[in-house]
Every structure is written in structure tokens, then in C-alpha cells.
């Protein structure tokens, strides 16, 4: 079974999954020309309906875009993210910490900084979902990984055991990055230990729930 991390911040995936289909209801808009001339070729390159992509237009608003000036949170340009860490380990470097020891330096920065984004990703939740449990911090962390271009996925093996996956393509770093984050949450939130394995450009956290 395989689908994002969560359809419906603070319900269990599981339970949210039904033959049921979603409601849904006609509304008229008045746009300019240009607009609509734009959506539509936007549209037509992803081989999709205008109606698909005004959908996801707006939805995207309605889960993300409105909330990002109220928390104080935007989506970052990925060779942003990727450059952080690596420029602060740099400036150890240019500092006069020995070879030897930027490992370390790199893992205390790694900490700090996953510390840091549990704690934003906690004020976030709270703010837009109004309530704080696993489910809903992983739906607001994938929100934010999906306007900012990072895949993500989840599936369910045997039952209960839970696989996560972000494909970020961002390097060594921000894979140590996201373990140390999942790991907070997880056993912050979940009261469980994950097992988080990492490649260059993957993290995969597999734990049972």
C-alpha cells in the first residue's frame, strides 16, 4: 500500500482511505483573459485540465500558501538548502578547526539545526491544524516538502510497520539532516524509536506504529 504521508491532517492515513468519493461542488470565478490564457498553457504542459490545475492552485493555498507570513515560514530555493549546512561547515574550516575534527562540528550543526525545525514545525502545526499529534506534524512537514520541491512517500508493510521516504537529491547532509529530524518527531511526538537508514540523496524511516 503506498500514498503520502497523510490525507487529512490529524487522522490515521489508514483511516482516511475509503471507496468514498470526495465532495464536490461548481463555483463560477471571473478572471482576466490573461489569466486564464496562462493557466490553460500551464495546463496543457503538464497534460492536465484547467479544472486539475486551478484545483491544485488552490489548494495548495488553502493547505500552504495563506499560512506562510503568519508562521514565518516560506518554501527555500533547494540549492539553498542544500549550500547551508555545507557553507557552515566551511566557515569551521576557514575558523581553524582541524581536519579531524570537522565531523563532529558537522554533527553538532546537524543537531542544532533539526532542534531548531521540530521546534518551527511544532509552533506551524499548532497554528494551522490546531491540534499536535504524529500524524498532523508529518502532514505539515510533507506540505512544506512538497511546495519546496522535495518527494515524499509512505507505505505500509504487514500492518504496522510504517516506511518513510524523502527522495531530496540534496546530499549527504540534508539526508543526515532529515534522519536527525525524523528521529525528533518520532520519538518526541510518537513515543517510538524509528530506524532511519540514509543514501546521498534519500532518507527512509521505517518504524512501527
Not at 500514498?3 to 489508514?14: M, N, Q, S, W
Not at 582541524?98 to 509552533?123: H, L, P, T, Y
Request: no cysteine.
Amino acid at each position: 500500500m503506498i500514498d503520502e504521508f497523510t490525507d487529512i491532517a490529524g487522522v490515521r492515513e489508514e483511516e482516511t482511505h475509503s471507496d468514498k468519493p470526495k465532495k464536490s461542488q461548481s463555483i463560477t470565478f471571473r478572471l482576466d483573459s490573461h489569466t486564464i490564457d496562462e493557466l490553460q498553457r500551464e495546463a496543457d504542459q503538464n497534460q492536465i485540465s484547467l479544472n486539475v490545475l486551478v484545483n491544485q492552485v488552490l489548494k495548495r493555498y488553502s493547505d500552504w500558501d495563506r499560512y506562510e507570513n503568519r508562521i514565518g515560514m516560506m518554501p527555500v530555493p533547494k540549492v539553498m538548502l542544500t549550500s547551508l549546512i555545507d557553507k557552515a561547515v566551511d566557515m569551521a574550516k576557514k575558523n581553524g578547526i582541524k581536519e579531524e575534527d570537522i565531523g563532529s562540528v558537522r554533527d553538532q550543526i546537524i543537531k542544532q539545526a533539526a532542534e531548531i525545525a521540530f521546534n518551527i514545525i511544532k509552533d506551524a502545526v499548532l497554528f494551522m491544524k490546531k491540534q499536535y499529534n504524529l500524524w498532523v506534524v508529518l502532514a505539515v512537514l510533507q506540505e512544506y516538502m512538497k511546495v519546496s520541491g522535495i518527494n515524499s512517500d509512505h507505505r505500509i508493510e504487514g500492518g504496522r510497520k510504517h516506511v518513510f521516504v524523502i527522495q531530496h537529491e540534496l546530499g549527504e547532509n540534508w539526508s543526515l539532516f532529515t534522519k536527525e529530524l525524523l528521529e525528533l518527531i518520532f520519538e518526541n511526538v510518537a513515543k517510538v524509536r524509528a530506524e532511519v537508514n540514509i543514501t546521498a540523496n534519500m532518507t527512509v524511516a521505517e518504524v512501527i506504529l
